[in-house]
């Protein structure tokens, strides 16, 4: 039995054909290399879209949302003990068809030269946003959108309900609270 093994693994330098065994086994490693490259380029781009969509949230108060814009945008750290950071929020809430809201980090802004600006239907759900120079729209698909403006899109993308709540206008240092 010894003797029929080692004669069935003896090989032939003769018979072999190194290009085509090299050419095999390229075509081996590359298959699996582009199989890796989809799977992993897949899964990235799904956690991509989760991150970037969210989960569902059915409804937001406005006040929330002014809160994540001065975490984001207002240095309140910066402020001596007695200094205030004053943002800007113009509210045209007729109900009947649709409401406008602007608010801006910066104080004293007009209602168009805002930064951010929502319109809600009569029920209070995100109609349109616009930030800046960026407005969303049902077929808009954004990349790089961080705090506020992802928030707000997330919220748009699922058709969220804005609560016009109680909200402040005024903010102080937090570590002089």
């Not at 290009?19 to 992993?40: A, F, G, M, T």
């Not at 954004?142 to 402040?168: C, N, P, Q, R, W």
Request: charged letters at 30%; aromatic letters at 8%; a negative charge.
């Amino acid at each position: 039995m010894k003797e029929a093994v080692r004669n069935q693994l003896q090989i032939n330098l003769e018979n072999l054909d190194i290009p085509s065994y090299n050419h095999i086994i390229l075509d081996v490693i590359k298959s699996e290399v582009e199989k890796s490259i989809h799977s992993v380029g897949v899964a990235k781009m799904q956690e991509n879209l989760q991150e970037l969509l969210g989960t569902k949230r059915e409804e937001v108060n406005f006040s929330e949302l002014i809160k994540e814009m001065v975490e984001d945008e207002c240095e309140l750290n910066e402020l001596d003990y007695e200094e205030v950071q004053e943002i800007t929020v113009h509210v045209d809430a007729d109900r009947r068809v649709l409401s406008f809201i602007y608010f801006d980090p910066e104080p004293d802004k007009s209602q168009y030269n805002c930064k951010y600006r929502l319109v809600l239907d009569k029920e209070g759900y995100i109609n349109s946003v616009e930030i800046a120079d960026k407005s969303f729209d049902k077929k808009t698909i954004m990349g790089g959108l961080y705090g506020l403006e992802a928030t707000l899109f997330k919220l748009y993308t699922h058709g969220s309900k804005v609560i016009m709540d109680d909200y402040e206008t005024e903010f102080s240092n937090p570590e002089h609270e």
